[in-house]
């Protein structure tokens, strides 16, 4: 395989898959974007970037190991069925690819899955109660140890923190968040893990441009690590208006709107850390991307005359009830 080779970026309209495409395309590499619709706007835009779009998808082994065929590499990431949490979609697609791109004979392969996975969660506390998740974590362990095992020439699982472009409004995990209040059940001792999707990219490109420095690096990726009240105090200096972020109870988070799931997730979240770390980027000779520096990038100071009850950035600008 030669460097001019194609990569094969799965998920390349999402947000880590087209963070990966973009980092490459950066860098001149070749990139083959997977997409299930060559026409969709998503797909164009890649194509407008520079990418070769390949049909594919994950459910058509036949059409991953054509879309594997020729490449250098491919990144990976599948996604649960929110439809269907207790589900087999995420464990059965990926391992639709990991068969495919060892039938093209791909020499490297990347996959990215979630921080904290595998021998670590089984070690936190309550594992094995309702409120552990025990399928979503062993669907994501499951992939990984398919990509471990399969005999790849070069292999690497990047495990991302959580986003910071779920502060993104209007946003699946905080749709919840209204009239200057960022509602969860995080207390105010809970320290989150957070990732730009653009570190991903950087992450994943590294490895593509190095597959011997990176075989075998299972890295935990962050870039920052603050509490709710830390994040609602940077999102009020990049916004200009005072954002709080109180700790719910489960009444309150349900009552608010949050979603059952995530109730039992950010109760997770609040005995159970994440291990991803920025040092752990910057031992990989990566430049982690921190809270503020992507706030501002991303969100920005509204103008000084916003009228009154306006939005900023999703965010209503009258004043804050009290939860």
């Not at 970026?9 to 997977?34: D, E, M, S």
């Not at 250098?72 to 990991?98: C, I, T």
């Not at 472009?165 to 995080?186: G, Q």
């Not at 990038?297 to 306006?310: D, F, I, T, V, Y």
Request: hydrophobic letters at 45%; one cysteine or more; a neutral charge.
């Amino acid at each position: 395989m030669k460097a001019s080779d194609p990569v094969l970026v799965t998920g390349a309209t999402g947000r880590q898959g087209g963070a990966v495409a973009r980092a490459l395309l950066a860098r001149g590499a070749t990139v083959h974007a997977l997409v299930r619709d060559v026409e969709a706007a998503g797909a164009r835009a890649l194509r407008e970037l520079g990418a070769t779009l390949v049909h594919g998808d994950f459910d058509e082994p036949a059409s991953l190991r054509a879309a594997c065929a020729g490449a250098r590499g491919v990144f990976s990431v599948q996604m649960p069925n929110m439809k269907n949490l207790e589900g087999d979609d995420e464990r059965r697609q990926g391992k639709n690819l990991v068969e495919a791109a060892r039938a093209a004979g791909v020499p490297q392969f990347v996959h990215t899955s979630v921080s904290g996975s595998g021998e670590y969660q089984r070690r936190q506390p309550g594992w094995g109660s309702p409120a552990s998740g025990v399928h979503y974590w062993e669907s994501k362990e499951y992939i990984e140890d398919l990509a471990r095992n399969a005999g790849f020439r070069s292999f690497t699982l990047l495990k991302p923190a959580f986003f910071m472009e779920n502060f993104v409004r209007p946003s699946f995990l905080f749709a919840n968040w209204v009239e200057d209040r960022l509602l969860t059940m995080l207390t105010p001792n809970t320290v989150l893990s957070l990732v730009a999707t653009q570190d991903i990219g950087a992450a994943a490109a590294a490895a593509f441009t190095d597959p011997v420095a990176w075989n075998g690096v299972e890295l935990e990726l962050a870039g920052d690590r603050l509490s709710m009240r830390e994040i609602a105090a940077v999102l009020s200096e990049v916004l200009g208006t005072p954002i709080e972020a109180p700790s719910l109870t489960a009444e309150e988070a349900l009552a608010q709107g949050l979603l059952p799931a995530f109730v039992v997730s950010q109760q997770r979240m609040n005995v159970v850390d994440s291990p991803a770390r920025p040092e752990h980027a910057r031992a990989q000779g990566l430049a982690p991307t921190d809270f503020r520096t992507w706030a501002k990038a991303h969100l920005g100071r509204p103008e000084a005359a916003k009228p009154a009850g306006a939005s900023v950035a999703g965010v209503s600008s009258r004043p804050a009830r009290q939860a």
